[in-house]
T-cell receptor
Framework: AQKVTQAQTEISVVEKEDVTLDCVYE???????LFWYKQPPSGELVFLIR??????QNEISGRYSWNFQKSTSSFNFTITASQVVDSAVYFC????????????FGSGTKLNVKP | DGGITQSPKYLFRKEGQNVTLSCEQN?????MYWYRQDPGQGLRLIYY???????QKGDIAEGYSVSREKKESFPLTVTSAQKNPTAFYLC???????????????FGPGTRLTVL
């Protein structure tokens, strides 16, 4: 089965705090791809990152970083020094190699950053 | 500017009416998708198309229909058979079969449909 679980429904932090959004996935594919998207209040999903299953190197982009751990089937997303503009719903998604038209989305984590 | 456009942004429908949501892309992508999002929920796949004149049902296709006559366009019709159509509808596109396996989906701004 292919499944993505985002156990944190909603998180509230104060500006400048660090926050980690959890993503746990299940897949039978040996090759797969993981994604994070941001959905601000306007509604459009904005692509943030894609990670291949054979590349476990962590990635940092400005205040954003991603920790991919195959051993625990997790692909967590950390925002350092959060800002009010980071307030949004964040989705983690999984895509397998062979059914690549099918993206499996988690239910999303709503992040509220308070000034 | 390359991107995906959806229209209208807000749509109101009376019960029993069919409505069509527009999705256009100028990214030269082969694959296009329609998702439905309910409040506080994730995305559910309605239909997808890998190439012109071809489309496949997703997880919740009942009460919806699509067409793919042009590469750039993938309109979604919400029919009167859809029992609970009030939702946020998102269109997406990706390179598709010609792309590499790490193909990414890019999304439009969405259409919010309300049934009165």
């Amino acid at each position: 089965a292919q499944k993505v679980t985002q156990a944190q429904t909603e998180i509230s932090v104060v500006e400048k705090e660090d926050v980690t959004l959890d993503c746990v996935y299940e897949t039978r594919d040996t090759t797969y791809y993981l994604f994070w998207y941001k959905q601000p209040p306007s509604g459009e999903l904005v692509f943030l990152i894609r990670r291949n299953s054979f590349d476990e190197q962590n990635e940092i982009s400005g205040r954003y970083s991603w920790n991919f751990q195959k051993s625990t089937s997790s692909f967590n997303f950390t925002i350092t020094a959060s800002q009010v503009v980071d307030s949004a719903v964040y989705f983690c998604a999984l895509r397998g190699l062979y059914n690549f038209n099918k993206f499996y989305f988690g239910s999303g984590t709503k992040l509220n950053v308070k000034p | 500017d390359g991107g995906i456009t959806q229209s209208p942004k807000y749509l109101f429908r009376k019960e029993g009416q069919n409505v069509t949501l527009s999705c256009e892309q100028n990214l030269n992508h082969d694959a296009m998708y329609w998702y439905r999002q309910d409040p506080g929920q994730g995305l559910r796949l309605i239909y997808y198309s890998q190439i012109v004149n071809d489309f496949q049902k997703g997880d919740i296709a009942e009460g919806y229909s699509v067409s793919r006559e042009k590469k750039e366009s993938f309109p979604l019709t919400v029919t009167s058979a859809q029992k609970n159509p009030t939702a946020f509808y998102l269109c997406a596109s990706s390179i598709g079969l010609a792309g590499n396996p790490a193909d990414t989906q890019y999304f439009g701004p969405g259409t919010r449909l309300t049934v009165l």
